[in-house]
């Protein structure tokens, strides 16, 4: 069940710092305040659905948000993960297109939808806003782009190691050496991100185990050997 929160005001919102709205002059923070929405949507929620024409941005306030895309065999290929200060919906926007993807809330969240016209109306009044939104562009192009490269050029269990590394570095809890995600993803979500089938994770994830790499606790993974799962993942950056 989706609720209107009562409105943070943007110049009050701790997630901004984190946000492409950051730098905003009081005065435009104002305006875009003014015209937002706050809601909290419960897990398992969907956001907004492949193919639909967007009215506006949403601004993730807390919470996860997955990103993903439905093959025409119903399987799940998850783009991206988002969290508190990303911005869902604004290529679609400002391509003046319909939705590429669908979006569904991972864990309970609080997030802001901010109509078209004002989104807009800052970014035309806003030169370094309408950069750092374009940069943001330009980002996620080349992240895109290396996805590709890999799902082509690199084994499942590299993969997999990567997607660790990399959520262990977004939602990780340190715990002295090892480092708890703290996100719970099914073994199906992990698989969607992974871009493979979910028998392949849960082989692989019980092999990363064997070998120390990572250890199970409940539906959540901690990962115990950073280097040792970079090295597999072929990941020196």
Do not use: W
Not at 61 to 78: D, H, L, P, R
Not at 120 to 133: A, D, G, I, S, Y
């Amino acid at each position: 069940m989706s609720n209107h929160s009562h409105n943070t005001p943007c110049e009050l919102c701790v997630s901004r710092k984190h946000s492409m709205f950051a730098a905003l002059p009081e005065s435009q923070l104002c305006t875009i305040s003014d015209h937002k929405n706050l809601i909290s949507h419960r897990k398992g929620q969907i956001l907004y659905y492949e193919g639909t024409k967007p009215l506006g941005i949403f601004c993730i306030n807390s919470g996860v948000v997955k990103v993903y895309k439905t093959a025409s065999n119903g399987k799940e290929q998850i783009l991206h993960l988002a969290k508190k200060g990303d911005f869902l919906g604004y290529a679609a926007l400002l391509g003046e297109e319909n939705y590429t993807n669908s979006s569904m809330i991972i864990e309970d969240a609080k997030i802001c939808f901010i109509p078209k016209e004002s989104f807009l109306n800052t970014l035309l009044k806003n030169t370094e806003f309408f950069k750092r939104v374009t940069k943001q562009l330009s980002h996620e192009i080349g992240v895109m782009e290396d996805k590709l490269t890999d799902a082509t050029q690199k084994s499942i269990r590299e993969r997999l190691a990567f997607v660790l590394l990399q959520l262990a570095s977004s939602y990780g809890v340190e715990g002295g050496e090892s480092q708890k995600i703290d996100l719970i993803l099914s073994r199906e979500e992990i698989a969607g991100i992974v871009g493979t089938a979910t028998e392949s994770v849960i082989r692989l994830l019980s092999e990363f185990k064997k070998d120390n790499l990572i250890d199970l606790d409940g539906k959540k993974i901690i990962v115990k050997d950073r280097r040792g799962l970079a090295r597999l993942s072929d990941f020196y950056a």
